[in-house]
């Protein structure tokens, strides 16, 4: 009968223990990762059901997104360097390397650390969060993902814009509170004014009252009055005081609206018109100004 020799186990029992502990850090990171990923979504929803406004509830949603990606990080780079630690590979100079590449690399890559800590003072300073519509670095659109790195925008046509956070200076932000529904109106010059105001007193008074904009309008129509004289109108100007991000759809709605009422009521929505003079001579004569038809040769 031939015994098993017993050595060859003893050969493979370190390495076999090695391989069990490394699984079992990964294991653990993965449990930890995930009890981690619960926990924030667990308190993101406790906080999102004490929130007061929407505005709050796209701040946590925000908060949330960026502390689920640290912990991410935090914890697959601890998982690594114990892993390597147990397999034998002394982290020590790995660090040592680290710190060295990590200097040389600094000078050649201060715009992203200066991205993380730009992101972490709008995020800190709660300049921007998930769902707002901003304006930055002269793209508009819904912020749709904010992170320390960059802020991800999707514009009115669907295009999507990746802005990293160093290169942001200013921050627009018209979802914030209330907004103004800013509209210019324009009437020719032989329409009273006193009576334009009537009209947009009274569609903005009906527009109010109506079922669908009750609720996004906030104050009555402010009228400002005459804004400017141009080249064949006078620009009235007024504007609405309505809740986030609807200041939009009240303006299309509100244009629509006149426009039936002036049309109603005989008011001239101006265009572009064009005098032709032909000049006078140095006695005071106007020359013949000739005027062909359609079809008709010069």
Known sequence: MNIPDISYFREWLPAASTLLRVAIILLLAWVVLRLSRKLIRTFSAYMNARAATPEETRRIDT??????????VAISLVAG???????GISIAPILGAAGVVGIAVGFGAQSLIKD???????????QIRQGDVVEICGKTGVVEEVTLRYIQLRDFEGSVHFVPN???T???NKSRGFAYAVIDVSIAYRESVDE??????????LMRASEAFAARILEDIDIAGVDNWADSAVILRCRFKVIPLEQWSVRREFLRRLKEAFDARGIEIPYPHLTIYAGQDKQGNAPPLRVFHTGETP
Do not use: D
Not at 63 to 72: D, E, N, Q, S
Not at 116 to 126: A, D, K, Q, S, T
Not at 196 to 205: H, K, L, N, P, T
């Open 196 to 205: 334009a105001f009537a009209i947009m007193r009274e569609v903005g008074a």
């Open 81 to 87: 360097m114990l892993a390597l630690s147990e397999l």
């Open 166 to 168: 160093s290169l942001i």
């Open 116 to 126: 993380f800590f730009n992101g972490l003072f709008i995020l800190v300073e709660n």
């Open 170 to 172: 200013t921050v627009t």
């Open 63 to 72: 908060l949330a997104r960026v502390f689920r990606y640290v912990a991410t």
